[in-house]
């Protein structure tokens, strides 16, 4: 039986879509049009498709305008990259994101490089970075901003909300890890970043009083890596093979959710905790953005 508070991200990211729809709404007001969000699928991968297919739909269901663009594999750096600067001085499109992973032949970074900065609301070019690594105010990757919000929420009542508590991020990636890190380094947390080479790995996240497991390995985080009490937030979406009488196989996170469900304090659930957060924080940027580009304020904390 779980012990752990479940936090519920679906709730909470619909409660987000709503502010974002009466912001989107008194921006189409003062602008005379509304905010405009382009994404970018280069391949046919399926799972992509339909997470893009996804973005379109609540970005229309938001009161913004969704521009889609879904190219074939062989698509060329030169072709994307002309996409990319159309988008750029397009007046229409507020924000661009090209989904990740790109197909082989292609330079990732050369394309997210290409991105205007004003425009990205996927937080992933070097000025975006560079202005959270220096603390600074910018656009800030979907899925670590979504986890910040679930434990600010988390920590509410908390004086000082995180301010002192010990952090654990395992993963280092550009998308989760270490914006992650950046993030609740601003929060005051102490934090430690591990991966796949960390020595005493469960010896390290067994320290964590807030635990963000963003590694891509199912249910590697199990229930003697958690002090009792810890919030842990789950990043991790692996699809197990398909059990007997299953077309698909069940989606599991990095964290072992019935043996770290009865330690924790608080946990995600996967699905349901942090992905729909995800597309959540991706429309807040995208009006973050869109007031920013017709210089029109937003209150700080608004949103
Ligand atoms: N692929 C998986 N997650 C993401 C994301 O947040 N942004 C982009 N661009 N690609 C992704």
Same mark, same amino acid.
């Given at each position: 039986?779980?012990?752990?508070?479940?936090?519920?991200?679906?709730?909470?990211?619909?409660?987000?879509?709503?502010?974002?729809?009466?912001?989107?709404?008194?921006?189409?007001?003062?602008?005379?049009?509304?905010?405009?969000?382009?994404?970018?699928?280069?391949?046919?991968?399926?799972?992509?498709?339909?997470?893009?297919?996804?973005?379109?739909?609540?970005?229309?269901?938001?009161?913004?305008?969704?521009?889609?663009?879904?190219?074939?594999?062989?698509?060329?750096?030169?072709?994307?990259?002309?996409?990319?600067?159309?988008?750029?001085?397009?007046?229409?499109?507020?924000?661009?994101?090209?989904?990740?992973?790109?197909?082989?032949?292609?330079?990732?970074?050369?394309?997210?490089?290409?991105?205007?900065?004003?425009?990205?609301?996927?937080?992933?070019?070097?000025?975006?970075?560079?202005?959270?690594?220096?603390?600074?105010?910018?656009?800030?990757?979907?899925?670590?901003?979504?986890?910040?919000?679930?434990?600010?929420?988390?920590?509410?009542?908390?004086?000082?909300?995180?301010?002192?508590?010990?952090?654990?991020?395992?993963?280092?990636?550009?998308?989760?890890?270490?914006?992650?890190?950046?993030?609740?380094?601003?929060?005051?947390?102490?934090?430690?970043?591990?991966?796949?080479?960390?020595?005493?790995?469960?010896?390290?996240?067994?320290?964590?009083?807030?635990?963000?497991? &963003? +590694?891509?390995?199912?249910?590697? =985080?199990? *229930?003697?890596?958690?002090?009792? #009490?810890? !919030?842990?937030?789950?990043?991790? %979406?692996?699809?197990?093979?398909?059990?007997?009488?299953?077309?698909?196989?069940?989606?599991?996170?990095?964290?072992?959710?019935?043996?770290?469900?009865?330690?924790?304090?608080?946990?995600?659930?996967?699905?349901?905790?942090?992905?729909?957060?995800?597309? &959540? +924080?991706?429309?807040?940027?995208? =009006?973050? *953005?869109?007031?920013?580009?017709? #210089?029109? !304020?937003?209150?700080?904390?608004? %949103?």
């Amino acid at each position: 039986m779980s012990g752990a508070a479940i936090i519920d991200g679906k709730a909470f990211a619909e409660t987000l879509r709503g502010k974002v729809a009466k912001i989107a709404a008194s921006f189409e007001q003062a602008a005379g049009r509304k905010a405009g969000l382009a994404v970018v699928l280069v391949g046919e991968d399926p799972a992509s498709q339909v997470y893009v297919r996804s973005k379109g739909k609540q970005t229309v269901a938001c009161g913004m305008e969704s521009f889609q663009f879904l190219l074939p594999t062989e698509t060329t750096q030169d072709e994307l990259l002309h996409l990319v600067r159309r988008l750029n001085d397009d007046p229409a499109v507020d924000g661009i994101l090209v989904q990740l992973p790109l197909p082989s032949h292609l330079d990732e970074q050369e394309v997210v490089e290409a991105i205007d900065p004003n425009k990205d609301v996927d937080g992933l070019t070097p000025v975006s970075t560079g202005r959270l690594a220096l603390g600074l105010p910018g656009l800030v990757p979907c899925t670590p901003l979504g986890c910040l919000m679930l434990l600010a929420d988390r920590f509410r009542d908390r004086p000082g909300s995180l301010s002192g508590l010990d952090a654990v991020v395992i993963g280092r990636s550009i998308l989760v890890g270490k914006p992650m890190a950046q993030l609740l380094i601003k929060e005051s947390c102490t934090v430690t970043i591990a991966h796949s080479r960390t020595k005493d790995l469960a010896q390290v996240v067994r320290r964590a009083d807030i635990i963000v497991a &963003a +590694v891509g390995r199912t249910e590697m =985080v199990k *229930a003697d890596w958690v002090k009792p #009490g810890a !919030t842990v937030i789950d990043v991790g %979406i692996n699809r197990l093979p398909p059990a007997e009488g299953e077309a698909k196989g069940r989606l599991v996170g990095d964290v072992d959710f019935a043996g770290v469900s009865a330690v924790a304090g608080a946990i995600t659930p996967v699905p349901g905790g942090v992905g729909p957060m995800t597309i &959540a +924080v991706l429309l807040r940027n995208t =009006v973050v *953005a869109a007031h920013r580009n017709e #210089g029109l !304020t937003l209150a700080e904390g608004a %949103i």
